[in-house]
């Protein structure tokens, strides 16, 4: 299996980089990460112990890390966005069906454990924990960069010797979470400052688009908008209710 603990340069050219383009330049990115760390420590947390969110936010530093691109995923409120899910309907897979037979399956049928996504983390959290006391004789958050990303790895081709712990099934939601969390609107705790969205020059809420009809091959330069500007009014509407994106301010366009 192909390594998915990658630096930030790579995590962009997987995720957008088609057609898009940072927006986000390293002074923008340095004030934007500051206010987000603000921002994280007065976060209050609703499903993680206080172990369980030290695990969290060790792990997505490493999925996507900041860089001079931009902050990543621990400034951007990642770890936040997650807890939140866990917390809600996703948590307690309230929408999926959860009863058996469990066995065998191929990747075509998606989730097939007994746990709910909740379960999951609370466990596997855990033996990874006991692992790296184990092994490093401390638990994955106060072991070394270099420890961290060795387990991750493992995790990812999953070898981790953890006998009954499904940690590869555990790796994959846990990635694709950190990746939603990084992209998805702010109202739902990750994104703050809308980095994952500078990231790749998406514009956020859907606008009145018919001025930029016909311009071919022209950036689409503009401050996204979220779904909390929209509600507090800070975004501007035209008469059917549609967002007028801003330009970009001159010192994002670098």
């Not at 069906?97 to 855990?126: A, D, H, M, N």
Request: aromatic content about 10%; charged content about 25%.
């Amino acid at each position: 299996m192909a390594k998915r603990v990658l630096n930030r340069r790579q995590f962009g050219k997987i995720l957008g980089a088609a057609g898009v383009g940072s927006t986000l330049d390293p002074a923008g990115a340095s004030a934007s990460a500051q206010d987000s760390e603000a921002q994280r420590q007065v976060a209050a947390f609703t499903f993680f112990t206080r172990d369980e969110a030290a695990f969290v936010e060790a792990a997505i530093d490493h999925l996507i890390p900041a860089d001079e691109l931009g902050p990543g995923a621990r400034e951007a409120g990642v770890a936040v966005f997650i807890d939140r899910q866990l917390s809600g309907a996703f948590g307690t897979a309230a929408k999926w069906f959860t009863q058996g037979p469990w066995g065998k399956s191929v990747p075509e049928q998606g989730y097939q454990l007994p746990l709910t996504p909740r379960q999951l983390y609370r466990l596997c959290i855990e033996k990874i924990n006991e692992h790296c006391e184990r092994q490093y004789g401390e638990r994955f958050d106060r072991s070394s960069t270099e420890q961290q990303r060795t387990v991750l790895e493992a995790m990812d081709d999953d070898s981790l010797a953890l006998p009954g712990v499904p940690i590869a099934e555990f790796f994959s939601m846990f990635l694709q979470n950190t990746i939603e969390g990084f992209f998805a609107d702010p109202i739902h705790g990750g994104n703050r400052d809308k980095v994952g969205w500078r990231l790749v020059g998406f514009p956020g809420v859907g606008a009145a688009y018919f001025r930029h009809f016909r311009k071919y091959n022209e950036p689409y330069l503009v401050e996204p908008v979220s779904i909390e500007d929209v509600v507090s009014r800070r975004a501007r509407l035209d008469e059917h209710g549609h967002v007028e994106h801003e330009p970009l301010s001159p010192r994002r366009k670098g």
